[in-house]
C-alpha cells in the first residue's frame, strides 16, 4: 500500500488533507509541522511520496526540506502553495519536484498528480538503476560497444578503446584518428564489405574478424559482432555492435596450430619410420628364409625336382609371394625340372621348352639382371602362365652356376609390394640361393659317382691281389723245394712282384679313405657306393730269407 508523509504547518489543512488521501485508499505515514521534522520523519518511516508545503514554520522552507529529502532519500516530492509567482515556481523546479498542487486542492487533481509523482519516480528510478547497470557494464567492459549512423559516422564509442587502440573514446567519436583508418590495410576491404552490408540489408548481423594498428604500430586482433536496428518500415536506422580484442586469443590459436602442425609432423615422421622399420624387419625375415629355404630343402630333397617342389613351397609363402615358379634346363631348351606354388600359374599345361614360358621368363633367360613386368604390358598378353588376378608386378630372372644359365626364376609380387630396389635385391639373393643348392646338389651327383667308381676300383684291387698272391704262393714254394741256382733268382723276383702288391694294398686303404671321407662329411649315401669287405691279409705272402732251403710260411 502507497505510503504518504505530509508536510504542513496548518492544522486544519493538514488534518483535511490527511482525510482525502484516505479517502483515495493511501496511508498517512505522519504529519510534519517543519522542514526540520520532515526530514526526520521520512527517515524514520520511508514513505512512498511526501506532500511539502513550501513556506512552513521554522527556519527551514519546504524547498530546503524537499531538496534534502530528495538528495539523501529520492522520495518523490509534490508542492503545496498558495503561490504562484515565477520565481518560487523557479526556485521549486530546481529541486527536481514531481507535481505543484495550488491551494484550495481539487481532489481529482491531487489523485491525478499523485499517480503521476508515482509513476515517474517509478520509472525514473528504474532508468537510474539501467544507467547505473550500463555504466558498471561499460567500465567492466573488455571491450568496445559503438553505434555508427547509416553514413557510418561514430555515433559514440564506449569500453576499453584506449586499452585497444592507444586512443581516447573522444579522439576517435571526433574523427582524430577514425576508426576505418584503424583497420589494417589488408582487412579494410572485408571490414567495408561488412559495414556496407549492415547499412543497406535489413536485420543483417555479422561476426567476423580483422586486424587494426595499435596507436603504438602494434597489430592487434579484433572479433566484430555488429548487427543494424530497423524501425516500423524495416528500413535501418542505425548500426550497433561491439569489438573485442582477441588477439591473445588468435597468437594461442596460432601456436596450437604450429604445435598441432608440429606433432603432425613427429607423428607423420614416426609412422614413417615405422613402416621402413616394419618394412626393413619383413625383408630380413624374408631374406632369413630364403636364405635358409634351400639348405632345409637339401636336407631332405631326393633329387632336382624334389628339391625345386620343397623350395618353391617354402618361398612362396615365407617370401611372400603370390605365385612362384621355378625351373631348370638341360643343355638344350627342355626343362628339366620344374616347380610352381602358390596361386595358380599354369592356364592349360606346364611348359616343357623355353618356348612355352612367360616373356618375361624368356627375355630374363637372354640377358642377366631381374626383369621387371607390369601387368597389362602388352607382352603380357602372350603369357600362358594364369596370373591375371595374382598381383601387380612380375619379376624373373636367371639361376647360374658360374658363367653358365642352368634355370631360372619367377615371382608374382602381391599388391602391397612393389619392385623397388629393396625388393629386387631381395629377389637376385633367392635366385643365388636357388643356384646355390642346384649347383651343390648337381656337384653331390658327380661325387655320388666318383664314390661309385672307388668302390669299383677297390673291388677289383681286392680282386686282383688275392689273384695274384695265390699263383705267387705256389711259385715261392714249389721254387724253395728246388735246389737249383735259379731258384733263388725266382724266389727275389717273387718278392718284387709282393712289393708291387703291397703298393696295390696302401692304394686301396688311401682310396678307402678318400670313401669314408666322403661318406662322412659331404654326406653321400652308401647306397650309391655299395661298401664290399674285401680279403685282406695281416702280412705278407712272401718273406725273404737267407736260406733259400728254408720254407717260407703264408
Known sequence: MTTILITEDEQVVAEDLKMTLEGFGYTVAGIAPSGEQAIALAGQVHPDLVMMDIFLAGEMTGIQAAEEIRSRLDIPIIFLTAYSESQIIEQVRETGPYG????????????????????????????????????????????????????????????????????????VTVGKPSWETLVHPGDRQTYHLEMEKARTMPGYTSEFQFRIIHQQGVTRWIRAFIQNVVDQRNDPLFIQGAFYDVTSTVEVEERLRALNEHLDDLVKKRTLDLEATNRELNLKNRALQITTAGTRALVVARGEQDLLAIISRILSASGGYRALWIGTLGEGPEILAQSAHGEPCFSRSVPHIVDDLPPCMQEALRREGVIVYRKGEEACSRCRFNNEKTGVHVLATTLRSATRVVGGVYAVLPEHLMPDPQEIALFQQMAQEISFVIGYLRSGEREKVALEQISRILEQLATLNDHIRNPLQGIVGYASLLDDPSSGKVIDLCMQVNEIVDKLDRGYLESKKVRSYLERHEHISRQYGKERKFPRTKKSAVTSSTDPHHERPW
Open 100 to 171: 505543484y498542487l495550488l491551494k484550495p486542492f481539487n481532489e481529482q487533481e491531487m489523485y491525478i498528480a499523485i499517480e503521476i509523482a508515482l509513476s515517474r519516480h517509478s520509472m525514473d528510478r528504474s532508468l537510474r538503476e539501467s544507467e547505473q547497470r550500463y555504466r558498471l557494464f561499460v567500465e567492466h567492459f573488455q571491450g568496445i560497444a559503438f553505434r555508427l549512423s547509416l553514413d557510418l559516422s561514430p555515433v559514440f564509442y564506449h569500453g576499453a578503446l584506449s586499452q585497444i587502440t592507444g586512443y581516447t573514446e573522444a579522439e
